[in-house]
Structures are given as structure tokens and as C-alpha cells.
């Protein structure tokens, strides 16, 4: 299997654009990192809420005790104190479930913000990336025989913009007619990043 053209100049090119790929998708993260930490930084309000609603649900919960130990009056002045205290626990869990939702949409945000322009680019480098993988692959296996001369020359002919032709044979057709081959077959192994 080639990974690499054994051209210096595609497989330099190749091997920049494979880190500029590793590249990109380190920044993303880190991006995406960053925003999580940024967002995940607003917990602190609903983690501030939920420490004052228990500890008021817990103050007013030992008041409600100590006035219910009050001779007489004390089960009638407990129920006020007793509610406060189930607003102060209701006051914690809204600022618990306000962490949570915070939370949540910082993970989801830092996950969404580094995915997409990953997969993105990830997706369109690789599919290309395996598209010259495969045809490079294929190519070198078959280079080695002189009667395949042809087959790439065809090619060539095929596939090359018609100012690389003549630069390779002042005349392709009638190199193809002649069956002169090499000049042609040249360009489109070299257009792969094989030697020839």
C-alpha cells in the first residue's frame, strides 16, 4: 500500500498537508476545550445558589426545631419556619438542576464547536486522501511491466489537461499511434507521485 508518493515534492506536500490535518483538529480541540471551561465557569452562580438554599433550609429547619420546643405556643410558631425551610430546600435544588443545565450545555457546546470543523475537513482530506491512495497503490503494482507502458500512457491522455501532453510529446496521438509510450506514461505515473 503507498501512503506516500515517492515524488521529494507531492510527498512533502503530503506530508504537510497530513500534519496541517493533525494541526487543525489539536486547535479545534483546544477551541472547543476552552469554551467548555468558559461556559462550565457559570456553575459558579448555581452552585452559589444551591449552598445558600440548603444552608437557609438547614438554619431554618434547627429554628423550626428550637420553637417547636417552645412550651404551648410552639407547634403553632414551628409551621412558618418549617415552610422557610422547604423554600431554602426548594431554593438548593433549583440551583442544583441550574448547574446541571449549565453544565450540560457546555459539554455540548465544547463538543459541537470542535467536531464540526474536524469531521468537516477530516472527512473531505481523507476521502481524497484515499481516493490517490488507492489509485497510487494500484498504479505501482502495475508499473513494473514494460507492456503497461500503454495502459498509463492511455491514460495520460485520458486524465491530463492538453498542455501537459504536448510538453510531454510535441505529438500524443501520434506517439499513442506509434506506440511510444514512455514520455506519456511518465506524465501520468509522475501526476501520481510515481517514479517511472
Not at 438548593?92 to 450545555?105: F, N, P, Q, T, Y
Not at 500524443?172 to 511518465?186: D, F, H
Amino acid at each position: 500500500m503507498k501512503l506516500y508518493a515517492e515524488t521529494p515534492r507531492l510527498q512533502a506536500r503530503q506530508a504537510l498537508l497530513d500534519l496541517g490535518l493533525l494541526l487543525w483538529c489539536v486547535g479545534w480541540t483546544l477551541v472547543g476545550r476552552g469554551l467548555y471551561r468558559a461556559v462550565e465557569a457559570l456553575r459558579i452562580s448555581g452552585d452559589a445558589v444551591e449552598r445558600a438554599g440548603g444552608s437557609f433550609a438547614e438554619t431554618l429547619g434547627d429554628v423550626a426545631g428550637a420553637v417547636g420546643r417552645v412550651p404551648i405556643a410552639g407547634s403553632t410558631l414551628q409551621g412558618p419556619f418549617r415552610d422557610a425551610a422547604g423554600a431554602g430546600t426548594d431554593l438548593a435544588e433549583a440551583g442544583r438542576s441550574g448547574s446541571e443545565a449549565i453544565h450540560d450545555v457546555a459539554l455540548w457546546a465544547g463538543w459541537v464547536v470542535a467536531l464540526v470543523p474536524i469531521v468537516l475537513l477530516a472527512v473531505w482530506y481523507l476521502r481524497n486522501r484515499y481516493v490517490w491512495v488507492r489509485e497510487a497503490t494500484a498504479a505501482a503494482r502495475i508499473r513494473v511491466d514494460a507492456d503497461d507502458l500503454q495502459l498509463f500512457a492511455l491514460r495520460a491522455v485520458a486524465n491530463r489537461p492538453l498542455h501537459e501532453l504536448v510538453r510531454a510529446t510535441p505529438d500524443p496521438a501520434a506517439a499513442l499511434a506509434a506506440g511510444n509510450y514512455e514520455a506519456l506514461a511518465r506524465l501520468e505515473l509522475r501526476a501520481l507521485g510515481l517514479r517511472a
